[in-house]
Each structure stands twice: as structure tokens, then as C-alpha cells.
């Protein structure tokens, strides 16, 4: 069985959100409800590892998950793509 989290982060990896993205749009298809998809890239990341480490750079990671995930919605998801 494939894992579904991210190791790092502890939210769903790619491949459990591409399962998911196929999910909800069957279900906003099904019911023609909307659908919101969010997506967010963190500028300059590149340079913080460069600058500061990778170890620091995955804390920066860790830290936007666990922010994140504290202010979603009880029926939203999480997931890392990169």
C-alpha cells in the first residue's frame, strides 16, 4: 500500500491529492455545486535553503502545513504537491 502523507509535512502527498481532486469534481459535477480549488507557492524558497539550510527550510515547510491545516474547514484538504 502506497502512502498517502507526506513524510515531512504530515499532510496528504500528490497522489492522495490527485484522488481527491478526482473526487470533488465528480461530486460538484454530480450535485452542480462549485468547487474552489486553492493553490500556494512560497517565493523565494530557493533562496532560504540556500541561505539559512535545508533543515531550516523544512522547518519553514512544516510550519506553513501545521498553519494551514489549523485554518481549514471540517470538509477541506491539505496536501503538498512539491
Known amino acids: ?3 498517502v502523507t507526506d513524510s515531512l ?3 496528504f502527498n ?4 490527485d484522488e481527491v481532486f478526482i ?3 465528480d461530486t460538484s459535477n454530480r450535485y452542480s455545486s462549485p468547487l474552489s480549488v486553492i493553490m500556494m507557492d512560497v517565493d ?3 533562496k532560504i535553503n540556500d541561505e539559512h539550510g535545508h533543515i531550516v527550510g523544512d522547518n519553514v515547510l512544516v510550519k506553513i502545513a ?4 489549523s485554518n481549514l474547514r471540517r470538509n477541506d484538504f491539505l496536501g503538498r504537491w512539491g
Open 1 to 3: 500500500m502506497l502512502s
Open 9 to 11: 509535512t504530515k499532510v
Open 14 to 17: 500528490r497522489l492522495k491529492m
Open 23 to 25: 473526487q470533488e469534481i
Open 44 to 46: 523565494f524558497f530557493k
Open 66 to 69: 501545521q498553519l494551514t491545516k
